[in-house]
């Protein structure tokens, strides 16, 4: 009769842990397109190519739906860009020190983060390649930087994010193949 009375107790107390907290707070991610550049087409051997570059932000919006979410949380983001050659770097990281009110949602805008693609024409084919987002991850700690919530673009970009990495920078241009020279003769 006790171990039932255990495991009930258990079971009661159960959806009052950490874990349970991110069913409290509401974590919605939004992609906007805020700039983009295209060049004139340039003329190469045997076609022409044309460059164009986007910029876009996440706006991240952040809702308590318990009076149990602390106040004040961090917000913590990265970006993950798939590069037109395959690789996955992170585009953009950050973090921002929030305010929140109970049922009112608090937003916060990442970086700018440059997508580039080319777009080329051949005598017997055209096409392009493009860098462009992966996925992201967010992740709202509390004062005592436990993790009370989260949300992740889906389970490939959850598993490529490492939330231990320090990265200042995202590289200038991820994703451009650069074509090989050939040798003069």
Do not use: C, F
């Amino acid at each position: 009769m006790k171990m039932w009375i255990g495991i009930l107790t258990l079971a009661l107390l159960a959806p009052l842990t950490v874990g349970a907290t991110s069913a409290r707070i509401d974590i919605s991610v939004t992609k906007k397109t805020v700039d983009r550049s295209t060049t004139g087409k340039q003329e190469i051997p045997r076609g022409s190519t044309q460059r164009t570059e986007t910029e876009v932000v996440y706006t991240i919006g952040v809702k308590p739906r318990s009076s149990r979410v602390p106040g004040r949380v961090l917000v913590e983001w990265i970006v993950l860009g798939e590069a037109a050659n395959g690789n996955i770097y992170t585009a953009a990281k950050g973090e921002s020190a929030i305010e929140t009110q109970l049922a009112k949602v608090t937003e916060v805008e990442t970086d700018r983060i440059s997508l580039v693609s080319r777009d080329y024409a051949l005598r017997h084919s055209a096409g392009s390649v493009e860098s462009k987002v992966y996925g992201y991850g967010v992740r709202i700690l509390d004062a005592e930087d436990t993790v009370i919530a989260e949300k992740y673009s889906g389970s490939s970009a959850e598993k490529k994010i490492d939330w231990s990495s320090r990265v200042d920078k995202a590289p200038d241009n991820p994703g451009i193949p650069r074509g090989k020279k050939r040798p003069r003769r």
